[in-house]
């Protein structure tokens, strides 16, 4: 089946520092990719909306020049958290929608932990 | 606006007993609703989605749900829980509807197996 597949899966940084971080679709091409945040023990927050070659979209009360989200192709979003504080730390997860198909995937996630 | 709420944060059945997982929906438009599955540091897994047709729906595992208009109701069985099941539960509603892309999620049920 189609995979969605994030990088690095554990990240720990110092605060102040930028992190980046990877969202592949694997085998399938993907115009709109999803940005979630989840904290311990709660539900998927949507933080962003981002589609190929255009700006991401933000929800609500999510500051966009601290989630800087790029789409530059078809199987590639990235999510850089900038001046990465400890209320950062956070499981971020992305999801793909492929482009021929529609299906919804998810990545594993990944676990930053700002120190 | 589209909301799913879950009915209990945590559910412990045992082994061999039927499980239950509560999900009531709120959407403006016809919904499409979903349940997903996560183990520990894991990302998510689709178990079953509705879209149209058929109001009960069989996912993967066992699991399979029912979409109750009436009761905007959307709950997750098992007619007989294995120690495998046990993991975090989101259901989930599309929030633009029949585009069944951006995802609201609920809170989550933790399901415990006792052996």
């Known amino acids: 089946g189609a995979v969605v597949s994030q990088h690095p899966s554990r990240v720990i940084c110092k605060s102040g520092t930028s992190v980046k971080i990877e969202c592949r679709s694997l085998d399938f091409q993907a115009t709109t990719m999803f940005w979630y945040r989840q904290f311990p023990k709660q539900s998927l927050m949507l933080m962003a909306t981002s589609n190929e070659g255009s700006k991401a979209t933000y929800e609500q009360g999510v500051e966009k020049d601290k989630f800087l989200i790029n789409h530059a192709s078809l199987t590639l979003s990235t999510l850089t958290v900038t001046s990465a504080h400890p209320e950062d730390s956070s499981f971020y997860i992305c999801?793909?929608?492929?482009?021929?198909?529609?299906?919804?995937?998810f990545g594993e996630g990944s676990r930053l932990t700002v120190l | 606006a589209q909301s799913v709420t879950q009915l209990g944060s945590h559910v412990s059945v045992s082994e061999g007993a039927l499980v239950l997982l509560r999900c009531n929906y709120s959407?403006?438009?016809?919904?499409?609703l979903f349940w997903y599955v996560q183990y520990p540091n894991q990302g998510l897994q689709l178990l079953l989605k509705?879209?149209?047709?058929?109001?009960l729906v069989k996912g993967i595992n066992g699991f399979e749900a029912e979409f109750k208009k009436s009761e905007t109701s959307f709950h997750l069985t098992k007619p007989s829980a294995h120690m495998s099941d046990a993991a975090e539960y989101f259901c989930?509603?599309?929030?633009?509807?029949?585009?069944?892309?951006?995802?609201?999620f609920g809170q989550g049920t933790r399901l415990t197996i006792n052996p």
């Open positions: 959407s403006s438009v016809p919904p499409y």
């Open positions: 989930a509603v599309s929030v633009d509807g029949q585009g069944a892309q951006k995802l609201v």
């Open positions: 999801s793909a929608r492929g482009l021929h198909t529609g299906e919804l995937f």
């Open positions: 509705y879209t149209t047709g058929a109001t």
